[in-house]
C-alpha cells in the first residue's frame, strides 16, 4: 500500500501488476474525479530531469490549448504558441485542429539499447476527435500542408494514419514507436524543440530527417548560434 499527502489530503493506492517497460499499474482509493482534485493539491508540476528549480506555478508549464489533466510532461513544441498567435494564424486561412496525447514517464527514459528497435517506450493514450480528423483531411483535400506541433502531435497523427495523407478519428493507447525508416503517412511538416541526446524524440525527428546527418547539421548549427535546448528553449521548423 502507498499513500501520498498528508493530514489535510492524502490518498492511498495498492500496486496490481507491472508494465513491460518496468513501470507499475496503482489502483487509487477514490474515483477519478476526486482522485485528480486530491493530486492537483498535493502534487507537483512533473518536470524534466534537467529542470532543477521547483515550479511553484504550473503555468509557464503548460500550453494555452491544454484542456485535459493527464500527462506527466508538456508538449514543449506547443510552449511557444500564445492565444493571440493562434487567432492570428486562424485570421490567415490556417485551420488548427486539436489532438491529446497524454505523455508519459518514458519520454523521459534514455535509449540504453544497442538495438534501438528494442527500447520499451512505453504506451500512451491518445484521442482525435471526429472534427479534427475531418479538418485534417480536408487540409489533404485541399492540397494543403499539415503542420504537426511536436512529437507528440506526430506520434499521435502516425498512429491514426490509415493511408497516405488520410487519418481516422480513433482514441486509445499507442505503443508506436517511430525510429529511421519509418513511412510518414499523416505529418509533412514538423515543429519541434531540441531534444535530448538518447531520446526517442530525439530518434523520431531523426526519422522525419531520413536519417542523423541532416540533425546533427541542424544542431551543430543551433549550438554555434547559441540557441536554448530542451523544455523552455527554442523551436525548429522541420519541412
Not at 508540476?45 to 528549480?53: G, M
Not at 485541399?142 to 494514419?161: H, I, Q, S, Y
Request: hydrophobic fraction near 40%; charge should be neutral.
Amino acid at each position: 500500500m502507498l499513500a501520498f499527502g498528508g493530514e489535510g489530503v492524502s490518498v492511498t493506492a495498492r500496486a496490481e501488476g507491472r508494465n513491460q517497460d518496468g513501470s507499475f499499474r496503482l489502483r487509487f482509493d477514490r474515483p477519478r474525479g476526486d482522485l485528480l482534485m486530491a493530486l492537483d493539491t498535493i502534487g507537483e508540476v512533473p518536470l524534466p530531469p534537467y529542470i532543477k528549480t521547483k515550479l511553484t506555478d504550473d503555468r509557464p508549464y503548460q500550453t494555452v490549448y491544454a484542456r485535459e489533466p493527464g500527462s506527466v510532461a508538456a508538449p514543449t513544441a506547443g510552449l511557444h504558441f500564445t492565444e493571440r498567435l493562434l487567432d492570428e494564424l486562424q485570421s490567415k486561412g490556417i485551420h488548427i485542429a486539436r489532438i491529446t496525447l497524454h505523455v508519459g514517464w518514458s519520454t523521459f527514459k534514455p535509449i540504453s539499447s544497442e538495438i534501438v528497435e528494442r527500447h520499451q517506450i512505453g504506451e500512451e493514450f491518445y484521442r482525435v476527435p471526429p472534427e479534427a480528423a475531418e479538418t485534417i483531411n480536408a487540409a489533404w483535400q485541399r492540397g494543403n500542408k499539415v503542420v504537426a506541433v511536436g512529437t507528440t502531435a506526430t506520434r499521435t497523427l502516425e498512429t491514426v494514419a490509415v493511408d497516405f495523407h488520410r487519418v481516422v478519428a480513433d482514441e486509445g493507447w499507442t505503443g508506436l514507436f517511430i525510429t529511421v525508416g519509418h513511412p510518414f503517412k499523416a505529418v509533412d511538416a514538423l515543429i519541434t524543440n531540441f531534444h535530448l541526446p538518447r531520446s526517442s524524440n530525439l530518434l523520431l525527428v531523426a526519422a522525419f530527417c531520413g536519417g542523423m546527418e541532416l540533425v546533427r547539421k541542424a544542431y551543430s548549427e543551433a549550438i554555434r548560434l547559441r540557441y536554448r535546448f530542451y523544455s523552455f528553449g527554442d523551436a525548429m521548423l522541420i519541412l
